[in-house]
């Protein structure tokens, strides 16, 4: 469902952050993605949407194909209408209360009846367990309860795969488990999704598959079993013995 | 009349004149303050997205606007490029200043609404276009509701601006509020009584301007 050829990334001449990328994803797995700091794990996410466009690369999302050399507006516009993202520091709409955040997409971009976006968000913030903070607005929400209400954000437009940045390293680790469970509830339900994440537990519980990316490339890519238990690659043992330690 | 230094009896009758002029300076606050906002919208919405040539020339107008003073630049226009023009020759001195004055503001307020469009940060707009909005939805329903809020109390202080500025237009030989008081006090000698009623109307003028918005400001800053 997800298919990406050859993506390169350069932000300029020397540095070449995503090198010669290829990968198939298939409806209702869920992947995790782990690896060192600064490896372009966020590029690679933010390059399946185009917040960040590639230099190189052809990227299909269900039945919209986009080629980087020459993509329009209205082709991302299309790619972006498969995906959603949940962002390491949430970008609520500081102007709009929870609901109105989830209902933003579901008018604006679906172009569904102010009644039905609004059942549809309270649906979805019954699911996050946000339903009683409806009406609060962002500023007067905890860090775990705005990233939730992110999460039904992303799943309001009922997106063919979620790509999940780092969701929780800007909580306090008291509001990390309250997000994650979330997350887990998500994929439980059977959605697509792909998670940057340090939650390296986690990932092990959550995913059908792990991807290792070092330096730019995808260095190991299995069941969470080989490569978080069993890692092979030793660049991949040496960053998990780190991330044993502390 | 007394010879004292300052005479109440001709205060009291000067200032009623004095007064009867705020219509004047209303009207060329009020039409400055909107062709301002206006130019300041569209010179702050060019260099938010960066147009090309036209923000390397709106830079350029922009300091330049804000490096020399009104004064020059109202007879600039009036007396100089009336020699060029005829539209100008023919226009009225009220229309000459509002037009200055618009120009001037228009350059200080373009740079009060683009840092507040700037306030907004990236990430909410990033978080738009993942969700398919395009570029006008997210103005509209994200970044202009926010920076509304950061930008009304610079563009409050810039009005604020503009109300003074309009006492530069007697220069022009416009009545207004300074006009009018400025050929009575050439008439009677009376500076004294005659400046502090011009004083005094701008003070209250501005004071109940000041009232009200920082009521709207109290408002628009309890809504989230
Ligand atoms: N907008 C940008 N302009 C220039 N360089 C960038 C930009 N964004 C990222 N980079 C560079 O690209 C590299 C990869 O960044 P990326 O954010 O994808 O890493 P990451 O794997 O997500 O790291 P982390 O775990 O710290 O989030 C880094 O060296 C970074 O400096
Ligand atoms: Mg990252």
């Given at each position: 469902m997800i298919q990406v050829d050859h993506l390169y990334k350069k932000f300029d001449e020397n540095t070449e952050v995503l090198k010669d990328i290829n990968l198939h994803i298939s409806?209702?797995?869920?992947?995790?993605?782990?690896?060192?700091?600064g490896t372009g794990k966020s590029t690679l996410l933010r390059c399946l949407n185009y917040l960040c466009v590639p230099t190189k690369g052809v990227i299909r999302i269900g039945d919209t194909t986009v080629d980087a050399?020459?993509?329009?507006?209205?082709?991302?516009r299309a790619?972006?209408?498969h995906s959603s993202m949940v962002f390491q520091n949430y970008n609520l709409f500081k102007n709009m209360t929870a609901l109105?955040?989830?209902?933003e997409a579901l008018i604006q971009v679906q172009k569904k009846s102010k009644k039905e976006a609004e059942e549809r968000a309270i649906e979805l913030l019954e699911k996050v367990g946000m339903a009683d903070r409806k009406d609060f607005y962002p500023s007067k929400l905890s860090g775990g309860q705005q990233q939730r209400v992110g999460i039904a954000r992303a799943l309001a437009v009922s997106p063919d795969v979620i790509l999940f940045d780092e969701p929780t390293s800007a909580l306090d680790p008291e509001l990390v488990g309250e997000v994650l469970n979330t997350i887990q509830k998500i994929a439980e339900d059977g959605a697509t999704m792909i998670l940057v994440t340090h939650e390296i537990r986690f990932a092990r519980e959550v995913s059908s598959r792990v991807l290792f990316m070092d330096e730019g490339r995808i260095a190991a890519d299995g069941k969470p079993e080989d490569i978080i238990s069993h890692p092979q690659n030793p660049r991949l043992q040496q960053f998990l013995k780190y991330f044993a330690q502390t | 009349m007394s010879n004292n230094i300052f005479s109440v009896s001709y205060f009291l009758e000067i200032f009623p004149k004095v007064v009867g002029k705020l219509d004047v300076t209303l009207y060329l606050t009020?039409?400055?303050?909107?062709?301002?906002?206006?130019?300041?919208?569209i010179l702050a919405i060019i260099a938010f997205y960066r147009v090309p040539v036209l923000y390397q020339i709106s830079r350029v107008y922009i300091a330049f606007m804000r490096g020399t003073p009104a004064a020059p630049q109202l007879f600039f226009f009036y007396y100089g490029l009336a020699l060029i023009s005829t539209t100008i020759t023919n226009m009225s001195a009220t229309t000459a200043v509002a037009i200055i004055i618009s120009l001037n503001m228009g350059a200080f307020m373009s740079e009060s609404i683009r840092a507040a469009l700037m306030s907004v940060d990236v990430g909410q707009r990033e978080a738009a276009a993942s969700l398919g909005m395009n570029g006008l939805q997210t103005v509209i329903r994200v970044i202009l509701p926010q920076a509304i809020r950061v930008a009304l109390p610079p563009l409050f202080n810039d009005i604020i601006n503009i109300i003074k500025m309009t006492s530069l237009a007697f220069m022009l030989g416009v009545k207004d509020i300074m006009g009018?008081?400025?050929?009575?006090?050439?008439?009677?000698?009376?500076?004294?009584e005659t400046y502090a009623a011009i004083m005094i109307v701008y003070f209250v003028v501005i004071m109940i301007f000041s009232f009200f918005s920082k009521k709207l400001e109290k408002i628009c800053n309890e809504a989230y």
């Open positions: 409806k209702n797995e869920v992947v995790s993605i782990l690896g060192p700091s050399e020459h993509h329009k507006k209205s082709d991302v790619l972006r209408r109105q955040n989830v209902m | 009020l039409i400055a303050m909107i062709c301002a906002l206006i130019l300041g919208t009018v008081g400025r050929s009575e006090a050439a008439l009677s000698l009376r500076y004294f």
